[in-house]
């Protein structure tokens, strides 16, 4: 509930086609026009990278993919050329085509990259024309009222004073939306006509669980949401408090509630947020911008000074899942058809054993004298594949302590479960590994043939749950005659919809990302 602020709409550029003096030099300065906005996009990747998901936080990235899109380079080149013109309007005349195909294809996700393809368009234009995009000034907390608001415009705005958004176009699929919902900002969007009533200052609720907008609210309206506010202010800081212990249901079932992690900034929340321990740490994040492979030392310090956040507690960390949608920059790898089907995780590790596997392997078991850490192995599909990176782990433990570096107990060592051979047919893993934990997004993907990189086929990964949730029953009950823990870190561990069916079948802890931790806790608390 708030005021409104209108934001005009973006100033309209003017782009008029000029004789230039020199081609040449009109190529430089579009050059350097790309050159420019990929260090604006990545400046605002970097002040955006606490907030965000790893998910999120690749809308940066697909905009730095669009700049540095030889095709885009290459057409806009050409049309300098052949016209002898600005690149200003080059840059508007080839964009302008890309948009209009984009946009007759009339798929809503596909507009949505279009408009994204028209914002860098206007980024490039103001560079090249020296001048800069108007800033969304706020000095009062506010609702933003827009027509569209970029995701460059929301990046640069002190959020603490956005209440909320609502814009005339956009739907619930495009960036704005994604990148408001990680921010905790509400937003209503898509309303077409019905903003245009707005007038500066007017007081406006959004309520997003309704989808609605009450414009100009009377006071029964005021009384009940500034009620409803502060009930869920009090319950949320209640949730937060509660959940700094461990839970149980009303008739005693416990259950682990752990964190996902990725960084030193997730421990931070991890422990903030009452997680019991980390479930799973997603050990290639901390590397994904280094341009060499990260030696022993550098594993040891990064992960060190991350577990050193929150110590006293039990560390599930994952070997290195490098490839397919975390590709390493530095390998040269070989492009594969189907990236998710290919060389990555252990199966890239071990190609690459001196430098990605062997590095890490040695520094989490120097690690473990300090820490209570279990190595969890993912894309395990076979046998062969345990028994290898089984015998692996030992191979170092061993060498380790022939060095002389004392390791006093090899830490025990699980399987993510997320290939559906290993799900299928568990026993022989049940009988030689440690623990499981099921990485149901990939599995999901494999179940359902359908990649989960690809917005197109994303309804399917959603129909895979009735399967997933058998597998994990009939896989819990044949590790626990085997006295084997079994927990879930993919998605579906922070599903409210099957918390009960986890609690049923007695799974062992589930692991999600640290700010859905007192609401899953609160749930549990209150489950018979
Ligand atoms: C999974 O596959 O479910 C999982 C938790 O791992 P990631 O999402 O990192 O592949
Ligand atoms: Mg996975």
Redesign the pocket.
């Known amino acids: 509930m708030g005021p409104a602020f209108l934001l005009n709409e973006n100033s309209s550029l003017r782009i008029v086609k000029s004789k230039i003096s020199s081609v040449k030099s009109e190529i430089n300065q579009f050059k350097k026009a790309l050159s420019i906005a990929q260090d604006k996009t990545l400046d605002l990747k970097q002040k955006m990278i606490n907030f965000l998901s790893k998910e999120e936080i690749k809308i940066y990235d697909a905009h730095v993919e669009i700049l540095k899109d030889p095709e885009l380079e290459g057409k806009t080149i050409d049309f300098i050329k052949s016209n002898s013109c600005n690149a200003d309007y080059a840059v508007h005349e080839v964009t302008a085509e890309y948009t209009e195909i984009l946009n007759e294809i009339g798929d809503p996700y596909i507009s949505a990259r279009a408009d994204d393809i028209v914002m860098l368009s206007r980024m490039l234009i103001l560079i090249l024309q020296k001048k800069v995009e108007n800033k969304i000034n706020l000095n009062t907390p506010s609702i933003i009222v827009a027509d569209s608001i970029t995701t460059n415009q929301l990046s640069s705005i002190d959020t603490n004073l956005v209440l909320g958004i609502i814009t005339s176009h956009g739907g619930p699929t495009d960036h704005v939306a994604i990148l408001s919902k990680a921010l905790g900002i509400p937003s209503l969007v898509g309303l077409a006509k019905s903003i245009s009533k707005i007038k500066a200052g007017s007081l406006l609720i959004i309520d997003c669980a309704k989808a609605q907008l009450i414009l100009n609210p009377s006071l029964f309206y005021i009384k009940k949401y500034d009620l409803l506010m502060l009930k869920e202010k009090h319950e949320s800081s209640i949730q937060l408090k509660k959940s700094q212990n461990n839970v149980t249901t009303k008739s005693g079932t416990s259950i682990e509630i752990n964190a996902?992690i990725g960084s030193l900034n997730d421990a931070k929340k991890a422990k903030s947020f009452g997680a019991d321990g980390i479930g799973?740490f997603?050990t290639?994040l901390c590397f994904l911008d280094s341009e060499k492979f990260p030696d022993e030392n550098m594993h040891y310090s990064i992960y060190e000074s991350i577990l050193k956040e929150f110590p006293k507690v039990k560390h599930t960390i994952?070997l290195l899942?490098f490839g397919s949608d975390?590709p390493l920059s530095y390998l040269n790898n070989i492009k594969e058809e189907n990236p998710a089907l290919g060389s990555r995780a252990l199966r890239l590790g071990f190609k690459h054993y001196d430098n990605l596997l062997k590095p890490q392997i040695r520094a989490l078991l120097r690690l473990s004298n300090l820490f209570n850490i279990h190595i969890l192995c993912?894309m395990i599909a076979s046998e062969e594949d345990w028994i290898q990176i089984k015998e692996t782990i030992i191979l170092e433990f061993n060498q380790l302590n022939n060095e002389g570096v004392r390791i006093d107990y090899l830490p025990r060592i699980g399987i993510?479960v997320?290939i559906p051979n290993v799900a299928f047919r568990p026993e022989f893993y049940i009988k030689n590994a440690d623990f499981f934990?099921?990485?149901?997004?990939?599995?999901?993907?494999f179940l359902m043939a359908a990649d989960?990189t690809n917005e197109s086929v994303s309804n399917y990964l959603s129909q895979s749950k009735e399967s997933i949730l058998i597998l994990i029953k009939n896989f819990t009950e044949l590790a626990h005659k085997e006295g084997k823990e079994v927990g879930v870190?993919?998605?579906?561990a922070s599903d409210d919809k099957c918390l009960s069916y986890f609690l049923d079948i007695n799974i062992n802890s589930l692991?999600m990302p640290p700010s859905l931790i007192p609401k899953i806790k609160n749930e549990i608390r209150n489950t018979i």
């Not at 990485?439 to 993907?445: E, H, P, V, Y």
């Not at 870190?489 to 579906?492: D, N």
């Open positions: 996902n799973l997603r290639e994952r899942d975390k993912p993510m997320e934990s099921f990485g149901t997004n990939d599995l999901a993907q989960r870190c993919g998605e579906l692991s």
